[in-house]
T-cell receptor, first 115, second 109 residues
Framework: IAGITQAPTSQILAAGRRMTLRCTQDMRHNAMYWYRQDLGLGLRLIHYSNTAGTTGKGEVPDGYSVSRANTDDFPLTLASAVPSQTSVYFC??????????????FGPGTRLTVL | GQNIDQPTEMTATEGAIVQINCTYQ??????LFWYQQHAGEAPTFLSY??LDGLEEKGRFSSFLSRSKGYSYLLLKELQMKDSASYLCAAMDSNYQLIWGAGTKLIIKP
């Protein structure tokens, strides 16, 4: 059982290019999340999905889009990358959303550098 | 606004005890989480508190005071492998996690 996988592990991208970060979970969790982590700042929520077919905006959604066609996959797309999107991106999932006990489990992260 | 405060860095000695504090201000409250994150790795879940009091789990304990908006993580019998960042996160009324910037814990022999 892999839990949550993310791809790629790291990527260097030219500004203006389009990029999709992949996230797959095999825990049959309903809820999935995308965060970015920057030095000196807490994890910031980009987008989330409470269940397949639905998505919502987090704290910092601008420049990013997501889709949730099925339970397992939750890709994050940068339509036109900018240097300020240089960060470590974590995908996470929880069994459900809307309960205080919904522990989030994290993937290994994608380190993205936009030049 | 919503805010989580925790110290940026702490240093402790192997075998000792360390307490990492966290204060929070959120719109509504549905619990307080602590995660551990080793350098270059993903955060991993340590504890969850929603009621006032102390929750003990082996060498790690977590405390919550809802009236004070305060929590701490207590680590006993420190080991070198405990060197990591410890992230405090409060769940708001929308069941979203609001994260602190993390406390980097350095363990010295």
């Amino acid at each position: 059982i892999a839990g949550i996988t993310q791809a790629p592990t790291s990527q260097i991208l030219a500004a203006g290019r389009r990029m999709t970060l992949r996230c797959t979970q095999d825990m049959r969790h309903n809820a999935m999340y995308w965060y970015r982590q920057d030095l000196g700042l807490g994890l910031r929520l980009i987008h989330y999905s409470n269940t397949a077919g639905t998505t919502g905006k987090g704290e910092v959604p601008d420049g990013y889009s997501v889709s949730r066609a099925n339970t397992d996959d939750f890709p994050l797309t940068l339509a036109s990358a900018v240097p300020s999107q240089t960060s470590v991106y974590f995908c996470a999932s929880s069994a459900t959303s809307g309960r205080g006990t919904d522990t989030q489990y994290f993937g290994p992260g994608t380190r993205l550098t936009v030049l | 606004g919503q805010n989580i405060d925790q110290p940026t860095e702490m240093t402790a000695t192997e075998g000792a005890i360390v307490q990492i504090n966290c204060t929070y201000q959120t719109s509504g409250f549905n619990g307080l989480f602590w995660y551990q994150q080793h350098a270059g790795e993903a955060p991993t879940f340590l504890s969850y508190n929603v009621l006032d009091g102390l929750e003990e789990k082996g060498r790690f304990s977590s405390f919550l005071s809802r009236s004070k908006g305060y929590s701490y993580l207590l680590l006993k019998e420190l080991q070198m492998k405990d060197s990591a960042s410890y992230l405090c996160a409060a769940m708001d009324s929308n069941y979203q996690l609001i994260w602190g910037a993390g406390t980097k814990l350095i363990i010295k022999p």
